[in-house]
């Protein structure tokens, strides 16, 4: 979201944000201290956009935090670790690669998840599905799976399912 990284650019004076291209990776990698991998891809696995190679290039004690481990990381060097034994070192660069991070912050994540899906949850329970996604069209694309339809494209292209639009399942045409 390039409106969000100017926002970002503006307010923290001490940020500097860049969109993310191998290019700019790679002219930073020597001269930072910290990478954040964020990558998701609804119901697919992370690609891995760092290497090795690029890890190579970051200084002795630099960190990599893997916010994409729970989708498989987005390094080929990122392994799930937990809570109690977060950290290794790969190619001398510390790696945090911690399953489930807001796991360390459960109320806090909780209320922060509680905050955002309540009026979803109240939507649906007080109407059937068909007529929530008429009413509210957005609620599409958070269905997986609805009528014995799979209708997540990401997942049925991992397993090799075919797959039809939630719209299609619901009849909202």
């Given at each position: ?34 990478i ?40 080929e ?35 922060a ?61």
């Amino acid at each position: 979201d390039v409106e969000r990284m100017r926002f970002l650019d503006i307010t923290l004076q001490e940020a500097h944000t860049l969109y993310s291209t191998e290019a700019n990776i790679a002219s930073l990698l020597p001269r930072i201290d910290l990478i954040i991998g964020a990558v998701l891809i609804p119901g697919a696995a992370a690609p891995k956009l760092m290497t090795r190679e690029m890890l190579r290039q970051m200084a002795p004690g630099s960190v990599f935090v893997d916010i994409a481990i729970d989708q498989g990381g987005c390094s080929e060097t990122s392994r799930p670790t937990s809570h109690d034994n977060p950290t290794y070192f790969e190619e001398e660069v510390l790696h945090y690669c911690v399953t489930n991070m807001p796991g360390a912050y459960s109320r806090t994540a909780t209320q922060a998840l509680n905050n955002v899906t309540t009026r979803w949850i109240s939507l649906l329970a007080n109407s059937d599905l068909q007529t929530a996604c008429r009413n509210r069209p957005e609620l599409l694309s958070g269905i997986n799976c609805t009528g014995g339809k799979l209708t997540c494209a990401p997942v049925g292209e991992a397993h090799s399912l075919s797959t039809v639009s939630p719209a299609e399942v619901l009849e909202l045409h």
